[in-house]
């Protein structure tokens, strides 16, 4: 639980999540926190709501009463996303304060209804509507839809010059000795850094089009201080938009100069020349991430993917398919739309194959625009000139990644 003043009448109100799997399937390994904000103005207005993962809203209300505030002086509660994350809250405030008065989207008011049966007191905004909270705090309405849900607004605070954004701009990490993102060590802010792409990769990467647009409208406000809805806060604001822009821009690749080694073997025959794979990487000079499928969780295979130029996929022929935890990675990356990458197939099978006819009908029904060259298969165990050839097309590829960095 953290309480802190961020600008004038303005409170930053944020507990830490663990131990969940975010949206059901997300592996969160350092956390994340949920933020609400509380401005005061004449009048008080709290911006989403949050509560505990298990729906108990105890947590936010004994924030507020920390500050002083009697939740029934509250007057609006501006639901900037209808995620349950931030709104999960409301039913239990408004038994409290039943006159408070909701702002929201026109889609955030249909959901509304759909989740908590609500009809009554809502206000609907949209660009160009404004709140008057008195004491200077006008907020503007700023519609940024799809980001990740249809509902979804930010909210700016003309007097503080902050932009409190929801979803956009947010990041997994647990919120510790700090709020501010520019307050983190070096060595934290690498750490911080990862868990920002983590959150875009696997929350918001299918909306990249519509997140560059979002950032492109926000680009364009007088902000100050970039307030999320996950994670830390933003006093330079132009870092993490810009940060946002490009991992947007990732979708449809190039990425980083970064290679992403993705394998699975059941029997180790793969695995042989894997290893192999991975000593030659060792003596390149580019960023490499390895991971193992099923043994690593979808959200972090992504991630590595996300911010990767190149990918190299290694893995059997099963049931005269690819070994089937690859074609499950492979068709989430593609849902994600990681696109147009540059990529290297190795494998091993025992008497028919398949694993490739299997990878080239994902590629082509998810459109992915992979890059292939040549694929490198033996059966069962790699002899040493397999081994040799994988070497050589693993060196042809990271070539082909460095080349798109240095023209
Ligand atoms: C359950 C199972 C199903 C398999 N199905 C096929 C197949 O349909 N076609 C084929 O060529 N090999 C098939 N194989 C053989 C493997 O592809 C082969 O043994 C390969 O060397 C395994 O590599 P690994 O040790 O990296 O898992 C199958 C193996 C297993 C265990
Ligand atoms: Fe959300
Ligand atoms: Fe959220």
């Excluded at 209300?61 to 709104?87: C, F, G």
């Excluded at 940024?144 to 605070?157: C, G, K, L, R, S």
């Excluded at 990271?398 to 240095?406: G, H, R, W």
Aim: with cysteine; charged share 20%; glycine share 8%.
């Amino acid at each position: 639980m953290n309480i802190s003043n961020i600008a004038d009448g303005t409170y930053h109100l944020s507990i830490n999540v663990e131990n969940i799997l975010f949206e059901g399937f997300w592996e969160i390994p350092n956390g994340v926190s949920l933020n609400s904000y509380i401005i005061q103005g004449e009048k008080t207005a709290i911006i989403d709501g949050v509560c505990g993962w298990d729906g108990v809203p105890d947590t936010l209300l004994a924030l507020i009463e920390q500050l002083n505030i009697n939740p029934e002086t509250i007057e609006y509660l501006i639901v900037n996303h209808m995620e349950p994350d931030h709104s999960g809250w409301i039913g239990a405030f408004k038994e409290i304060n039943p006159d408070c008065k909701i702002i929201c989207s026109k889609k955030a008011r249909d959901l509304l209804e759909a989740f908590y049966g609500m009809t009554e007191n809502i206000t609907v905004v949209g660009d160009n509507d404004t709140l008057d909270l008195g004491g200077g705090h006008v907020l503007n309405f700023v519609e940024i839809p799809n980001v990740h849900w249809p509902d979804t607004i930010a909210t700016f605070d003309t007097l503080t010059g902050t932009l409190f954004s929801c979803d956009c701009f947010g990041s997994f990490g647990k919120i510790g000795s700090t709020i501010y993102a520019d307050e983190l060590t070096p060595e934290e802010l690498i750490v911080y850094e990862n868990d920002t792409v983590r959150y875009y990769s696997n929350v918001l990467a299918y909306f990249s089009p519509q997140v560059k647009r979002a950032v492109t409208k926000c680009q364009a406000l007088p902000i100050i201080m970039i307030a999320p809805g996950h994670g830390l806060i933003y006093r330079n604001p132009s870092e993490i938009m810009n940060a946002y822009s490009d991992y947007a821009d990732y979708q449809k690749g190039p990425a980083r100069r970064e290679l992403t080694l993705i394998w699975g073997s059941m029997y180790g025959m793969t695995q042989t020349a894997v290893e192999y794979a991975i000593n030659i990487l060792k003596d390149e000079d580019i960023i490499v991430h390895v991971h193992q499928v099923p043994e690593t969780s979808w959200g972090t295979v992504l991630t590595s993917a996300w911010t990767s130029t190149g990918i190299i996929l290694a893995m059997p022929t099963y049931e005269f398919k690819m070994f089937p935890p690859m074609a499950a990675m492979l068709e989430e990356l593609g849902k994600k739309k990681v696109n147009n990458r540059k990529a290297f197939r190795f494998g091993s099978y025992g008497w028919s194959g398949g694993a490739q006819r299997d990878l080239e009908e994902i590629m082509t029904r998810l459109a992915m625009g992979w890059e292939f060259i040549e694929p490198v298969e033996f059966v069962g165990n790699p002899r040493q000139e397999d081994l040799e050839h994988v070497g050589e097309q693993v060196r042809k590829l990271v070539e082909e990644v460095k080349s798109v960095f240095n023209s």
